[in-house]
Structures are given as C-alpha cells and as structure tokens.
C-alpha cells in the first residue's frame, strides 16, 4: 500500500495470474507468497478454464479475486485469437467454449465480475476485431509474459490507440500473465486509489469500475486534463514523458529530462487531437501507462 501526497491509500496488485492449477510453474500457495513478499496486496488467481475462488482473508495475506481466463480460436489469428480474463465473480460463471468470446464477458459480468481482454498485441488482434466486443472492462497495455525471452509483442499501445481514434475507448491495466517465474512476475501491475476506504473486495471492485486506478511498472504518477492543457504529475523521479494522439505528428509530442530528472510535463491540446494517452519512463527504463483521455 502507498500513500500519495494527498492522503490517499494506494493498492497494488496483478489480474492475470497462472498456476500449477493449469499452465503454471507454482501452485496457487507458493505464487500467493511470491506477490505478497515482493508487497502486493491483491491477486486475481486466473488460470486457465479453471474457476478459482476469492479470500478476503486469504492466510498469505493478500486479498485474493476470483478468476479464470477464457481463450477461443487456438492460434487462428484470422478467426481472432481472443483470451478474455474473468475477475472479482460473485460465483463460477461457467463459461464454455460454445459462449464464444462474446458470451465469456456477458456471463462474467451477470455474475459481478469484470472481463479483460488479455495481450491483444499477442494475439494479433486487430482495431476491428476489438470494436465489436461489448461489456469489456479494460485491455492490456502491457502484458510481461509475452515479452522476451519467451514471446513477444508485449506492448498493445498501437492497438488501443487506433480503438481510441475511433471512438473506441478502453481502460488500460498491465498485468504479468505470470506462469514461468523468470521475470516476469511483479514487472507490471495496476495501483488502486481506494482513498480512505479499507481494501475489501466490495471496494477494489468499485475503484476499478470507476476508473480510479493507473497501469505501471514503477513510476507512480497521475495524468489529468487541466484546461486546455493535459498534465502529468509524477511522485518519482522520471526521465521522459511522451504523449500519444489520434495524430500521425505533434509539434510536442516528447518531454526528455535534460540536468534534473521530470515531475511534471504538459501537453497543449489543439482542434485537430480527440484523445490523447500519456506515458512515463523512468531512468531505469520501466513505464507508467496513463489512461486515456478523450477530448
């Protein structure tokens, strides 16, 4: 937990999490106490086809969601490859193969949960094969398993960006996708503004339906219209802040630390931007994924 310059309680955790359940390298106790050692404060344990149950009082510690995730299509890029992840149900929501992607997120959400759509770069999805979906909660901007050394493409900002430019906007969350536990785990997760409230699954839930939460592997940040103007705000140090549009160039589009590390950037809006999307990169190289701003 961390808490901001105005008082308010941050959560950390990662929705998108295998184990030894399906796919993964360790069982569900030993990755509970790897993501609670590394100071975690919640997981959604998703494995494949595979329903998991949630704790409030979980003895590691953690307060832990109910998840499982949900593919179709195999490898038939041209069918869409679709991986929809499950979380925070009130019960299974037994999703079958027959639901088809569509019917996954519907079940999910008339059982309370909320559905992601999982490494949509991964999966070569494309703007077109994203618009049809309704009822999605968010998408991943980064997911780090399917970085290297054992994938690639982990990174869907083209993909969100063109869904964005069409009016087809979708709240960004990195997750780990965690199976191997060779780096990947704890790279990317999301921070949860509960403000004053304990952290309870009632409460999780409510903060991320309404937005409140960033996607980051380490800097800590907000990024907020203010004016005519989209600003961001970093607590830790950063080295570049680049802010993307539904514009092929901007005459500003990149803000580089020069002497002094940045803290804050800002970006002018014009006639021609309908969105805009700011990222943060530290000197180490990790990034925060703000979240998209319509204009």
Not at 91 to 110: F, M, S, Y
Request: glycine content about 10%; hydrophobic content about 35%; proline content about 5%.
């Amino acid at each position: 937990m961390y808490i901001d310059k105005y008082g308010n309680r941050w959560y950390r955790g990662n929705l998108h999490t295998h184990t030894t359940i399906s796919d993964g390298a360790r069982s569900p106790e030993e990755t509970k106490a790897i993501y609670r050692n590394m100071g975690y404060d919640f997981v959604a344990l998703t494995d494949h086809w595979k329903y998991g149950d949630g704790s409030e009082a979980d003895p590691s510690g953690l307060l832990v969601l109910s998840g499982a995730e949900y593919n179709y299509n195999g490898s038939d890029v041209l069918a869409g490859v679709f991986h929809i992840v499950g979380f925070g149900t009130e019960h299974d929501p037994e999703v079958t193969l027959a639901d088809g992607a569509q019917g996954a997120v519907d079940k999910i959400n008339d059982c309370g949960g909320l559905a992601i759509l999982a490494h949509p770069a991964w999966s070569m999805n494309t703007y077109d094969m994203v618009m049809p979906f309704r009822g999605l909660f968010a998408t991943e901007i980064y997911n780090s398993v399917s970085g290297l050394p054992r994938n690639c493409r982990p990174y869907s900002g083209i993909i969100v960006d063109q869904l964005a430019a069409r009016g087809y906007v979708l709240p960004l969350v990195a997750d780990d996708d965690t199976h191997f536990h060779t780096g990947e785990e704890g790279m990317s997760y999301i921070m949860v503004n509960l403000g004053d409230k304990p952290l309870t699954r009632d409460n999780l839930m409510a903060a991320l339906r309404e937005n409140s939460f960033i996607a980051t592997q380490a800097p800590f940040f907000e990024c907020v219209r203010e004016g005519d103007e989209i600003v961001v705000r970093s607590e830790t140090p950063v080295s570049c802040v680049t802010f993307y549009t539904n514009c092929p160039w901007e005459a500003k589009r990149n803000v580089t630390a020069e002497d002094e590390p940045i803290y804050e950037a800002r970006f002018a809006l014009h006639p021609g931007v309908s969105f805009v999307r700011a990222e943060v990169t530290d000197a180490e190289g990790k990034i925060g994924f703000a979240q998209i701003i319509t204009v």
